[in-house]
């Protein structure tokens, strides 16, 4: 059995012939679903100019989930920090912590989630843009809930309202940063599994012990989708395939339906990159899903996972929670 704590990464899928208002509701719906199970966080990633992605202002979107639940810790995964302003941040989740104490997570993230074109329409100047920034915006950021270094500028709320701060990389570049720094760490193995080992091997050589941590926590972030069988599985995650594929030629749209993604005529080029991006994730019977997240955790000595599950009709995707939390997990006791 699993028995390290058990999260949920979602993104708000927008499925073809429904609209974001609907993805909104199924992550609603997903949220509550995944508290009663006992998952331990609930996070929500922000991306933009994304047609199947509604989880395009996380801060706002995580005010509404926490208003509808009671207990599960809910978050960023993340805030892209080069898309905003350090003090907007500091002020958005100090309202969130102000309002739900002790149940927030802001996991900050150093990539722009986007095309540069957006990026610029977002942050409205290339200052902030660059990968060289990121560490001295992510100091004002953390000034902004300590207050260590008193400036003109106070963060209400946000001054003594710190949620708990995560770095999310998918590289090393974040991985020894969160290092140095003493945070927790999540890496993005569900779309970088071939970094997924250096980068943990960064961050566990490079950690300090720190205010918020006295040694290393990395999270591992993976694709999982459960089902009653292996083929239904392979069935459910065509879409989600042919998404990313899509994404990345360039093409994105909202997310096709399974018999859709099933008749799609991969060139063979297209299936073997839809093949790697599969390799090390967890995608069948619950039989097969605890085998590849076991092997996960002993490969990565993960303190934790991060599921994501992006399929096409919200049914399937609380299923697959219920199936891993149940038959995989062998029942969830959220960590304190």
Known sequence: MITVPLSVLDLAPVAKGTSAGAALQATTELARRTEELGYHRFWVAEHHNMPAIASSAPAVLLAHLAANTSTIRLGSGGVMLPNHAPLVVAEQFGTLEAL????????????????????????????????????????????????????????????????????????????????????????????????????????????????????????????AVCAETDERAEWLTGPSALSFLKLRSGRPEPLSTPDEAAAYPYSEFEREFVLQRRDGQAMGSPETVRRQLTELIERTGADELMLTTLVYDVEDRVRSYELIAEQVAGGLHRAA
């Open 100 to 223: 739900h104490p002790g149940r927030i997570d802001l996991g900050i993230g150093r990539a722009p989630g986007t095309d540069q074109v957006t990026a610029l329409a977002l942050r409205r100047t290339m200052e902030g843009l660059s990968a060289e920034g990121f560490p001295r915006e992510l100091a004002d950021l953390m000034n902004y809930f300590s207050g260590e270094k008193p400036g003109q500028i106070i963060a209400t709320p946000g001054h003594g309202e710190q949620p708990a701060v995560w770095l999310l990389g998918s590289s090393g570049f974040s991985a020894q940063l969160a290092g140095l720094l003493g945070l927790p760490f999540s890496f993005a193995h569900h779309f970088s599994s071939a970094n997924t080992l250096p980068a943990l091997a960064l961050y566990r050589q490079n950690f300090r012990p720190s205010q918020w941590l006295d040694k290393p926590y990395a999270m591992v972030a993976v694709n």
